[in-house]
C-alpha cells in the first residue's frame, strides 16, 4: 500500500523560500496515471490545492500560486518537491501531499502532513 511521508523546515522567516519534500513508499511515482498533489490547510480553513506533478513528469499549478510553486521530483529517492517562495504568514499551514486520480484534488491518499509557521 502506498504511504507518503511530508517533511518540512517547521519554521520559516518570512521573505524567505519553504521547501517540503514528500517521500512515498509502497509504489512508484513514476508508475501508473497518477497526479501528485500538493495540498495545505491554513489554520481554521479548508483544503487548498497548491500544485501537482503527474506520474510522467507534467507540472500543474494552482493559478494564484503559480508565481511563487516550483513542484518537482527526484525520481532516485522516490520523493515529490515544492517550493514555495516569498512566504508571509499567510502561507501558515499544514501541508500535505497525496496520490490521486485527477489533478487539482485535495483528496485521494494523503499523508500526514507537516506543520509550517511563518514567522519572525
Known amino acids: 500500500q502506498v504511504q507518503l511521508v511530508e517533511s518540512g523546515p517547521g519554521l520559516v522567516n518570512p521573505s524567505q523560500t519553504l521547501y517540503l519534500t514528500c517521500t512515498v513508499s509502497g509504489d512508484s511515482i513514476t508508475a501508473g496515471v497518477y497526479f501528485w498533489n500538493w495540498i495545505r490547510q491554513p489554520p481554521g480553513k479548508g483544503l487548498e490545492w497548491m500544485a501537482a506533478?503527474?506520474?510522467?513528469?507534467?507540472?500543474y499549478y494552482s493559478p494564484p500560486l503559480k508565481k511563487r510553486s516550483t513542484v518537482s521530483r527526484v525520481t532516485a529517492m522516490n520523493q515529490i518537491t515544492l517550493q514555495l517562495d516569498s512566504v508571509t504568514p499567510e502561507d501558515t499551514a499544514r501541508y500535505f501531499c497525496?496520490?490521486?486520480?485527477?489533478?487539482?484534488?485535495?483528496?485521494?491518499?494523503r499523508g500526514q502532513g507537516t506543520q509550517v509557521t511563518v514567522s519572525s
Open positions: 497525496a496520490r490521486d486520480v485527477q489533478v487539482g484534488s485535495t483528496g485521494g491518499i
Open positions: 506533478i503527474s506520474s510522467s513528469g507534467a507540472t
